[in-house]
C-alpha cells in the first residue's frame, strides 16, 4: 500500500489511500454534497482507495468494481491493509458486532474471516453467524438451486436509484449483486455490463443466467435483467420482480403492458 508523509515541524503526518465502510450502508454521491443524487452505494466492510480527502466528503473508488463516488467523510475508517474474501453474509439481513456494538448487515456483506475478530484500524469486527449464514462464493457454482436461492432473497426489494442492497436496489446493482454471490464481477452500470461477456444472436439462445439489455428512445442501454428462461426475467422495476419477455422486450405480467424494448443479451457464465 502507498503512504504519503509530509514532515511539518517534526510531526508527521500519514495519508491513507484506502479505507473500509463499517456501517450497514453508505450512500456514494455524484459530488460531494448532501443534496447531490446517490450514484451508488457501499455495503459493510467494502473497501475504497481514497481519490481526494475533505473535510465533509472525500472522492473514492470501491476496490470492488472501480466506480467512483462522493463519500461522508465520517463514514469511512482509514486503515492499513485490505484483505480479500469470498465470504459473504448468506441471510437476509443480519447483525455484526464492531467494537462490541451490533451493526445490521444486509445480504452479501462481505466478510474476511468465518467466525473470530479482526482489526480494521481502531475498530474490532466480529461476529458468531452459524455457517448456513454464511455464503462461500468460491463453493457455490451457479446452478438453478442456487442462483433461485439468492434471487429470492431480492423479491421484492423495492428500486432505488443507486442502490445494491435488500433494504433498496437499482437494476444494475441487483444483477451485479447476484453474480457476485458466485465470484463473478460485473461493472456497476448497465451499460458497462452489456460489454462483459459473449453476445448472444436471439432469446431463442438464451439461457438461464444471461444477461438482457434494454433501451430507450434513444437507443442508450437503460436497464438490465437476468434471464430465467428465454421467455422469463427477474429484474428490478419498481421492485424487484419476475415479468415475460420475447423478442420485444418485458412486458409486466401484472398490467400486461410493455415496459421495456430488448436491445441485447450477453451470456456471462459460459
Known amino acids: 500500500m502507498q503512504r504519503v ?15 473500509i465502510n463499517l456501517l450497514s450502508v453508505i450512500p456514494m454521491r455524484k459530488e460531494g454534497a448532501h443534496r447531490s443524487e446517490m450514484v451508488s452505494q457501499l455495503l459493510f466492510g467494502e473497501y475504497v482507495e481514497v481519490l ?19 463519500v461522508q467523510t465520517s463514514q469511512l475508517t482509514p486503515v492499513d ?7 459473504f453474509v448468506g441471510h437476509w439481513s443480519d447483525r455484526l458486532l464492531v467494537n462490541d456494538q451490533y451493526v445490521p448487515v444486509p445480504l452479501g456483506t462481505p466478510l474476511y474471516i468465518s467466525e473470530g475478530t479482526i482489526v480494521a484500524g481502531r475498530h474490532k469486527i466480529s461476529h458468531s453467524l452459524p455457517p448456513s449464514a454464511l455464503w462461500h462464493s468460491r463453493i ?23 442502490g445494491k442492497s435488500v433494504f433498496g436496489i437499482d437494476c444494475s446493482g441487483f444483477v451485479q449483486q447476484v453474480f457476485k454471490l458466485f465470484g463473478i464481477r460485473l461493472l456497476r ?22 444477461l438482457a439489455f434494454f433501451n430507450n428512445e434513444a437507443g442508450k442501454i437503460t436497464h438490465v435483467g437476468i434471464l430465467l428462461s428465454p421467455d422469463q426475467i427477474v429484474h428490478a422495476a419498481g ?9 420485444e422486450g418485458i412486458m409486466n405480467v401484472d398490467t400486461g403492458k410493455r415496459t421495456h424494448t430488448l436491445h441485447s443479451i450477453r451470456r456471462i457464465i459460459d
Do not use: H
Not at 142 to 148: G, P, T
Open 140 to 162: 457455490e457454482t451457479f446452478r438453478a438451486e442456487s442462483f433461485l436461492k439468492v434471487y429470492s432473497l431480492y423479491l421484492n426489494t423495492p428500486y432505488l436509484w443507486g
Open 81 to 87: 491493509e485490505v484483505l480479500p474474501t469470498d465470504l
Open 5 to 19: 508523509q509530509i514532515c511539518i515541524s517534526k510531526t508527521i503526518f500519514v495519508f491513507m489511500n484506502y479505507a
Open 239 to 247: 421492485k424487484v420482480r419476475i415479468d415475460r419477455i420475447d423478442a
Open 52 to 70: 481526494e480527502g475533505g473535510d465533509d466528503f472525500m472522492r473514492v473508488k470501491c476496490l470492488y468494481d472501480g466506480y467512483e463516488g462522493w
Open 189 to 210: 452500470d448497465g451499460y458497462l455490463q452489456a460489454e462483459q461477456g459473449t453476445p448472444m444472436d436471439n432469446l431463442l439462445e438464451a439461457r438461464m443466467g444471461d
